[in-house]
Nanobody
C-alpha cells in the first residue's frame, strides 16, 4: 500500500491551495482516507477524513468551513481543498488510510501513512 501526498507550497494568508493524495495497493472504496498535519513543535492533528464509497466526511473544528475533502474514485485520489489559509495552517500535511469504512481523524485508527507535503502560509 502506498499513499503519496503532494501539492504543498508557499501561499499568502487568505489564499488557497489544493493537496492531493494518490492511493495505491488497497481497495479505495473500502477504506477511509484522512488528512493530518503537524506544525513545528506541535503534535500531529487529524483534520479531515472521507469514505469515498458513500462520501461520508468529517472535519476538525480548526478547518471546518475552510477546508473540503473530496475523492476521485476513478483515479484513487483524495483531495484537500484549503481556502482562506492562515499562518497557523503552516504544517507538514500527511494522508493516511484506515481499512475500516468509518470516518475518523484518530491517528491510532490509521493503517497506512504517506510521506508529508509542506504547506507554508505567510502573513
Amino acid at each position: 500500500v502506498q499513499l503519496q501526498a503532494y501539492g504543498g507550497g508557499l501561499v499568502q494568508a487568505g489564499g488557497s491551495l489544493r493537496l492531493s493524495c494518490a492511493v495505491s495497493g488497497l481497495t479505495f472504496g473500502n477504506s477511509a482516507i484522512a488528512w493530518f498535519r503537524q506544525a513545528p513543535g506541535k503534535e500531529r492533528e487529524g483534520i479531515a477524513c472521507i469514505v469515498s464509497d458513500n462520501d461520508d466526511t468529517v472535519y476538525s473544528d480548526s478547518v471546518k468551513g475552510r477546508f473540503t475533502i473530496a475523492s476521485d474514485n476513478a483515479k484513487n485520489t483524495v483531495f484537500l481543498q484549503m481556502n482562506n489559509l492562515k499562518p497557523e495552517d503552516t504544517a507538514v500535511y500527511y494522508c493516511a488510510a484506515d481499512n475500516n469504512k468509518v470516518v475518523t481523524t484518530a491517528q491510532y485508527s490509521m493503517d497506512y501513512w504517506g510521506r508529508g507535503t509542506l504547506v507554508t502560509v505567510s502573513s
